[in-house]
C-alpha cells in the first residue's frame, strides 16, 4: 500500500452518487415521521457501519475501525504519513434529516470516484472517515468519536456516559461487537493526517438565496449544554392548594422563557429542547424536573454572559416557588476559527471553477471543528434551500450535491495531488 495513486491501490469505482444515496437512505429511517434514528452503537447504526464498510471494499480501499470506533477507509499507505482526508458522519438526532453527516460520506466516495475519472495521481494517501457519535443522541455528548481520538474526551469519562436506559457507552460498545479496550487518544493516526476537510450540508439559510451552490467555512462559534435540575415536592395535583405548592414546573418554565430573552438580547442562540420530569404522572406535581440547555454565541463572553443570565433567572425564580435549581455544564466546545492558509486555498481553489464562493460562520458543531487543534481542518457547505436542519424538511436539491462532491474533488486535488 506505499503507492497512493488509484493504479497502485487496484482502486474500482464503486456505485455513483446517486447509487449510494438511494442504498443508504431507508437506513434507520422512521415510517411514521419519516426522520432518522440513527443512534450510535444501535442496529440501525450497525447498519450504517456496513454500508460504509461495503463502499471501501467496493473501490479496493483498505477499511479499519479504530479503537474508538470511528471507521476508516485508506488509499494509500497511513504510515507514509501527509494523508488528507475527507468525511463526516452517519449517525442522526433523533428525527432527524437525511442529509447531516451522510452527505459528507457519500460526497466523500464520490469525489474519489472522480479523482479517478480525472486520472489525477495522489502524491499524498487519501482516507474517507465515517467519526462514530457525531450527534450526542443517545449518550448526551456530541462529537464523542472525534473527542475520544484527540483527547479531548478521555477513557475515564467516556465510561461515565449513560444513555436514558442506564447503558454505559463502553458497554454499548462491547454489545455492538466492538471491544472497548482501546477506547481514548490516537495521536498517531491523527499525525498522519495533512489536513481533514468535511463537506456538510448548510444548516441555515445564508447561501439559500444566492446564486452559490457551495460555500467555504470561517469559524464555527462556541457552544455548550447544561443540565438545569428543579428540585421541589411531589404532591397530589388535584388537593393540593396553589399556595401550598413547590412546584419545579414553574420554576422550569420561567427558565425557558428567560433563556429566549437572554439570547434575544445578546443576539445569541438559547434552547431548552429535552426534558425529563419525575414521576411524570398527569395527575401529580412533580418532584423534580430536568431540562437540558443548548447555547451557542459568536464569542465565548457572550456565551458566558447568555448561561449566566440565564441560570441567575432561575436560580431566583426557584426562590419564589419553594424549588432548588443545580446547572451542571455537560459540554462545551470553543470557538474554532479554521486554519487561514488552508481555508484561503480552498476558497481560491473552488473560485478557479465558479468564481468567488461565500465564505461564512456556522453556530452549529462538527467533527472538523473538534479536529481542529490537532490537525488542519476546513469546511465546504452544500446550499439548503429549506434552512431547516436536524428535522426531516433538511434538504439539498441533486444538483448541489454533485455540485459539492465536485468542489469537494477539486479540493482533495489540490491538496493532494
Given at each position: 500500500?506505499?503507492?497512493p495513486?488509484?493504479?497502485?491501490?487496484?482502486?474500482?469505482e464503486g456505485?455513483?452518487?446517486?447509487?449510494?444515496?438511494?442504498?443508504?437512505e431507508?437506513?434507520g429511517?422512521?415510517?411514521?415521521?419519516s426522520g432518522?434514528?440513527r443512534?450510535?452503537?444501535?442496529?440501525q447504526d450497525?447498519?450504517?457501519?456496513?454500508?460504509?464498510r461495503?463502499?471501501?471494499?467496493?473501490?479496493?480501499?483498505?477499511?479499519?475501525?479504530?479503537?474508538?470506533?470511528?471507521?476508516?477507509?485508506?488509499?494509500?499507505?497511513?504510515?507514509?504519513?501527509?494523508?488528507?482526508a475527507?468525511?463526516?458522519h452517519?449517525d442522526?438526532?433523533?428525527?432527524?434529516?437525511?442529509?447531516?453527516?451522510?452527505?459528507?460520506?457519500v460526497?466523500?466516495?464520490a469525489?474519489?470516484?472522480?479523482?479517478?475519472?480525472?486520472?489525477?495521481?495522489?502524491q499524498?494517501?487519501?482516507?474517507v472517515?465515517?467519526?462514530?457519535?457525531e450527534?450526542?443522541?443517545?449518550?448526551?455528548?456530541?462529537?464523542?468519536?472525534?473527542?475520544?481520538?484527540?483527547?479531548?474526551?478521555?477513557?475515564?469519562?467516556?465510561?461515565?456516559?449513560r444513555?436514558?436506559k442506564?447503558t454505559?457507552?463502553l458497554?454499548?460498545?462491547?454489545?455492538?461487537?466492538?471491544?472497548p479496550?482501546?477506547?481514548?487518544p490516537d495521536?498517531?493516526?491523527?499525525a498522519?493526517?495533512s489536513?481533514?476537510?468535511?463537506?456538510?450540508?448548510?444548516q441555515?439559510?445564508?447561501?439559500?438565496?444566492?446564486a452559490?451552490?457551495v460555500?467555504?467555512?470561517?469559524a464555527i462559534?462556541p457552544h455548550?449544554?447544561?443540565?438545569?435540575?428543579?428540585?421541589?415536592?411531589?404532591?397530589?395535583?388535584?388537593?393540593?392548594?396553589l399556595?401550598?405548592?413547590?412546584?419545579?414546573m414553574?420554576?422550569?418554565?420561567g427558565?425557558?422563557?428567560?433563556?429566549?430573552?437572554?439570547?434575544?438580547?445578546?443576539e445569541a442562540?438559547a434552547t431548552?429542547?429535552?426534558?425529563?420530569?419525575?414521576?411524570g404522572?398527569?395527575n401529580?406535581?412533580?418532584?423534580r424536573?430536568s431540562?437540558?440547555?443548548?447555547?451557542r454565541a459568536?464569542?465565548?463572553?457572550?456565551?458566558?454572559?447568555?448561561?449566566?443570565?440565564?441560570e441567575?433567572?432561575?436560580?431566583?425564580r426557584?426562590?419564589?416557588?419553594?424549588?432548588?435549581?443545580?446547572?451542571?455544564?455537560?459540554s462545551?466546545?470553543?470557538?474554532v476559527?479554521?486554519?487561514d492558509?488552508?481555508?484561503?486555498?480552498l476558497?481560491r481553489?473552488?473560485?478557479?471553477?465558479a468564481?468567488?464562493?461565500?465564505?461564512?460562520?456556522?453556530?452549529?458543531?462538527?467533527d472538523?471543528g473538534?479536529?481542529?487543534?490537532?490537525?488542519?481542518?476546513?469546511m465546504?457547505?452544500v446550499?439548503?434551500?429549506?434552512?431547516v436542519?436536524?428535522?426531516?424538511?433538511?434538504?439539498?436539491t441533486?444538483?448541489?450535491?454533485?455540485?459539492?462532491?465536485?468542489?469537494?474533488?477539486?479540493v482533495?486535488e489540490?491538496?493532494?495531488?
Open positions: 500500500m506505499s503507492d495513486t488509484f493504479a497502485g491501490a487496484g482502486y474500482a456505485p455513483g452518487f446517486n447509487a449510494m444515496w438511494r442504498e443508504l431507508p437506513l429511517r422512521c415510517r411514521e415521521t432518522y434514528r443512534f450510535a452503537w444501535t442496529p450497525a447498519d450504517c457501519r456496513a454500508w460504509f461495503a463502499q471501501a471494499v467496493a473501490r479496493g480501499l483498505h477499511h479499519e475501525i479504530d479503537g474508538n470506533g470511528n471507521q476508516w477507509a485508506w488509499l494509500g499507505d497511513r504510515s507514509a504519513g501527509g494523508a488528507v475527507t468525511g463526516s452517519l442522526s438526532v433523533p428525527d432527524g434529516g437525511a442529509f447531516d453527516g451522510p452527505l459528507g460520506v460526497s466523500a466516495f469525489a474519489l470516484d472522480e479523482l479517478h475519472r480525472r486520472g489525477a495521481r495522489p499524498h494517501p487519501l482516507v472517515v465515517n467519526f462514530t457519535d450527534e450526542g443522541a443517545r449518550f448526551g455528548l456530541s462529537c464523542v468519536g472525534s473527542r475520544l481520538a484527540t483527547g479531548l474526551l478521555d477513557r475515564a469519562q467516556a465510561a461515565e456516559l444513555d436514558a442506564g454505559g457507552l458497554h454499548a460498545m462491547e454489545r455492538a461487537g466492538h471491544d479496550e482501546f477506547v481514548g495521536p498517531e493516526r491523527l498522519a493526517l489536513a481533514f476537510v468535511e463537506l456538510h450540508v448548510e441555515g439559510r445564508a447561501l439559500a438565496d444566492t452559490h451552490p460555500g467555504v467555512a470561517s462559534w455548550g449544554r447544561w443540565r438545569f435540575d428543579f428540585s421541589g415536592e411531589g404532591n397530589h395535583a388535584g388537593t393540593t392548594r399556595a401550598d405548592r413547590r412546584d419545579p414553574l420554576t422550569y418554565a427558565t425557558v422563557l428567560a433563556a429566549r430573552e437572554e439570547a434575544r438580547l445578546a442562540l431548552f429542547g429535552r426534558v425529563d420530569v419525575e414521576p404522572a398527569v401529580a406535581i412533580a418532584s424536573v431540562g437540558w440547555l443548548d447555547s459568536a464569542d465565548e463572553e457572550t456565551l458566558d454572559r447568555v448561561v449566566a443570565g440565564i441567575r433567572a432561575a436560580v431566583e426557584g426562590g419564589r416557588d419553594g424549588v432548588q435549581v443545580a446547572v451542571v455544564r455537560e462545551f466546545t470553543s470557538r476559527v479554521f486554519a492558509a488552508l481555508r484561503d486555498r476558497a481553489r473552488l473560485a478557479d471553477r468564481g468567488p464562493v461565500p465564505v461564512l460562520p456556522t453556530g452549529a458543531g462538527h472538523a473538534i479536529l481542529a487543534g490537532s490537525v488542519p481542518t476546513a465546504l457547505y446550499r439548503n434551500p429549506t434552512g436542519s436536524h428535522a426531516p424538511a433538511e434538504y439539498a441533486e444538483e448541489d450535491c454533485l455540485a459539492g462532491v465536485t468542489a469537494l474533488a477539486d482533495l489540490e491538496l493532494a495531488c
